[in-house]
């Protein structure tokens, strides 16, 4: 099946930076999600991008299907940003909105 | 997403006892989606739903795992007999059609196993 890997899996910034996660997956994709798992477990969605550009206050997303890439942008980061954020795909021959989450990138936001 | 209902939100249970997780999908969609997360770990996809029909359960354990997705009534996903190692938050996710589209997940629900 389908592989996702996420980069860096941990990442600690100072409140105000900017940070780059990276989703890298190994065949074609036609569902592509970014979440947000909350310190209380939650599963929040940031992007639905199977491909393109999309933003969203200060967060966007980018993803390039034909290099098997996506990418998640979070600016002036706040401490509420804290969490871990997963890339999900769904490949082509999968069934409908099935997903393959990445091991996911664990974001601490130090006031 | 608060419109995909899971509960109970916490389960405890004793080693050989069942658990019974629900789901109710958000309003209009027609398929669910059950993931497991271990702790530390990414969440697995199980099985998929459509009402009355199992479509594809590749990633549910062979033996005392079943779902269901009555014509009437929320998802059920069954553990019989549980073990420690079933310990784990179980989310329910939904969609409204078929073929790819954006997936809107629940809160989940936490199993512990004594």
């Known amino acids: 099946g389908i592989q996702v890997e996420q980069s860096p899996p941990d990442l600690i910034l100072q409140e105000g930076a900017n940070s780059t996660l990276r989703c890298n997956f190994s065949d074609s994709v036609n569902n592509l999600q970014w979440f947000h798992q909350n310190p209380w477990g939650q599963l929040i969605n940031l992007f639905y991008?199977?491909?393109g550009t999309k933003q969203n206050g200060r967060l966007s997303a980018t993803t390039v299907a034909t290099e098997r890439y996506s990418l998640l942008y979070i600016s002036s980061s706040q401490t509420t940003d804290s969490g871990v954020y997963f890339c999900a795909v769904g490949g082509r021959e999968t069934s409908g909105s099935r997903l393959t989450f990445g091991e996911g990138t664990q974001l601490t936001v130090n006031p | 997403n608060a419109g995909v209902m899971q509960n109970p939100r916490h389960l405890v249970r004793r080693r050989g006892q069942e658990a019974r997780l629900r789901c109710s999908p958000m309003k209009g969609h027609s398929h669910v989606y059950w993931y497991r997360q271990l702790p530390e770990e990414g969440l697995k996809f199980m099985v998929y739903?459509?009402?009355?029909?199992?479509?594809?359960e590749s990633g549910m354990p062979k033996e005392r795992f079943s779902a269901e997705f009555p014509k009437e009534g929320p998802s059920i996903l069954r553990i019989q007999q549980v073990v420690r190692g079933d310990s784990a938050a179980y989310f329910c996710?939904?969609?409204?059609?078929?073929?790819?589209?954006?997936?809107?997940f629940g809160q989940g629900t936490r199993l512990t196993v004594v």
């Open positions: 996710a939904s969609s409204p059609q078929l073929g790819a589209a954006e997936a809107f």
């Open positions: 991008i199977p491909s």
């Open positions: 739903l459509q009402k009355e029909n199992i479509i594809d």
